[in-house]
């Protein structure tokens, strides 16, 4: 892989913005953003403490001075509808710790962190100072929750038609009855049991039939409510299919959670302006996802993400993809699938990617917008970093580098050479002297 020109490094300098740390860093991108509905705010790891500040920092702006209504995020539907309950001033809790105990699913810290309690106690605080018709929402895009999800639609149905709550216990009961959805997945593929596929697409039209009786009351109480419950619905579906899908191929999985995502997005949008609304959403997920697929490796393996799919579905200047990258410093992340959070010593990037290229500007923190010179030298494939939950510092050439072309992949990017780990609410993660790199 060749080294970049000195040219390549003169253009970014030329067209980079630095950050100094205050507002005015994000003002170049609100310009750019414009009227734009959607924007997607990536994050090179599931766990550096500044992607999650910055993404909270622009997002309030864009609530304040933009007229974003939303903010959607890469967790379970049910789990962030409750934060969205307190965010707007609705709900049981009282205070911003309590809204966010439901999120018990591994990693536990991708949202419980200091700095997503921040945000959401700054977002409820703009939201008392206006009506209620006009506050901005919090709202999960994922669809781990399959048997929370189907408590939920049991339990929506319960309180406006109780026959069709019974009709929906039983026909989530043949999902599992030992709650295990890979156990579901696996043995519905090998044929050891019947696939609940019907019974849940059922459940779905069953749901969008009787919606004009269900919303006989009228009103944002009643079309929340059916939304909340109606969604939960098609999480139970996507789950169903994700879990069989895990049993073939990586591509297939990955589709349909993303495919999901995008659907739970555009519905979102649909359901606020609905309401009155604008339906102007901030995207929060990490770059794999928000990134369009077709600029990377991804695409060779028929996957798809959440980035490409808004793109070729909405206006074409509907939507700005923003991409996070950093350089070195520590994140937190555990070593295995349902690990312990433990925050880790990020390795420097390799000299033949992206984040070492950044580097070798010595802008240290800086903004690119991929629309001038660097948007063509930055076409050029080079290897880029992805860091989820989990971090393996010894295989971290197969485990986290993939080829892309970032100006193709991002209308923008941040980079930060030195980032540090989020602090999860729970407990401080095990500090990087006390664990090996």
């Known amino acids: 892989m060749p080294k970049p020109s000195h040219t390549a490094l003169d253009v970014i300098r030329n067209e980079a913005i630095r950050l100094d740390g205050d507002a005015s860093d994000y003002d170049a991108l609100l310009d ?10 990536g994050e090179a790891t599931h766990g550096t403490r500044e992607f999650y500040r910055m993404r909270a920092e622009l997002t309030l702006r864009l609530v304040v001075e933009k007229g974003f209504d939303a903010v959607a995020v890469e967790a379970d539907w049910p789990d962030a509808y409750r934060l969205n309950l307190f965010v707007r001033g609705e709900g049981r809790d009282q205070a911003a710790p309590s809204a966010f105990d439901d999120f018990q699913r591994f990693p536990r810290w991708m949202w419980r962190n200091e700095e997503v309690l921040r945000f959401v106690e700054r977002l409820r605080d703009i939201n008392m100072t206006r009506e209620a018709h006009d506050r901005a929402g919090f709202y999960g895009l994922d669809m781990y929750s399959m048997y929370r999800s189907a408590n939920a639609v049991v339990d929506y149905l319960s309180t406006v038609d109780e026959e069709q709550a019974a009709i929906a216990k039983r026909q989530y009961a043949a999902l599992d009855h030992v709650r295990d959805p890979q156990r ?17 697409r059922q459940r779905l039209l069953d749901m969008w039939t009787l919606a004009p009786e269900y919303l ?40 349909v959670r993303d495919d999901h995502m995008v659907q739970t997005l555009f519905a979102l949008q649909e359901h606020l302006r609905a309401l009155g609304s604008a339906g102007k959403v901030v995207v929060w997920a990490h770059n794999s996802h928000l990134g369009d697929a077709r600029a990377t490796e991804m695409s060779r393996g028929g996957e798809w993400n959440v980035g490409q799919l808004v793109r070729e579905r909405a206006d074409s200047e509907a939507a700005w993809l923003v991409g996070f990258t950093t350089y070195t410093g ?5 070593l295995e ?22 580097h070798r500007t010595r802008l ?23 860091i989820g939950v989990i971090y393996r510092a010894d295989t971290e ?26 602090e999860p609410l729970d407990t401080a993660a095990t500090r990087p002297e006390m664990q090996p790199v």
């Not at 750019?32 to 705010?41: C, D, N, P, Q, T």
């Not at 923190?365 to 948007?375: C, S, T």
């Not at 050439?397 to 100006?407: L, N, V």
């Open 330 to 334: 520590t994140v937190t992340a555990a």
């Open 337 to 358: 699938w349902d690990g312990e959070a433990e925050c880790r010593k990020v390795q420097v990037a390799r000299q033949d990617s992206y984040e070492a290229l950044f």
């Open 32 to 41: 750019s953003i414009g009227e734009r509905s959607l924007v997607l705010l």
């Open 216 to 255: 006989a009351a009228d009103g944002r109480a009643a079309a929340d409510a059916y939304f909340f419950a109606e969604r939960n619905a098609h999480v139970v579906a996507s789950a169903e299919s994700y879990y069989r899908a895990m049993f073939g191929s990586r591509a297939a999985s990955w589709n």
């Open 364 to 386: 240290d923190r800086f903004y690119l917008p991929m629309q001038g010179d660097a948007a063509n030298l930055l076409r050029d494939p080079l290897l880029e970093r992805a």
């Open 397 to 422: 050439y197969e485990s986290h580098y993939f080829m892309a072309s970032i100006a193709a992949q991002f209308d923008a990017v941040f980079h930060l050479d030195e980032t540090a780990a989020i």
């Open 184 to 200: 579901y997945g696996y043995e519905a593929v090998l044929g050891l049991r019947p696939d609940c596929r019907e019974a849940v």
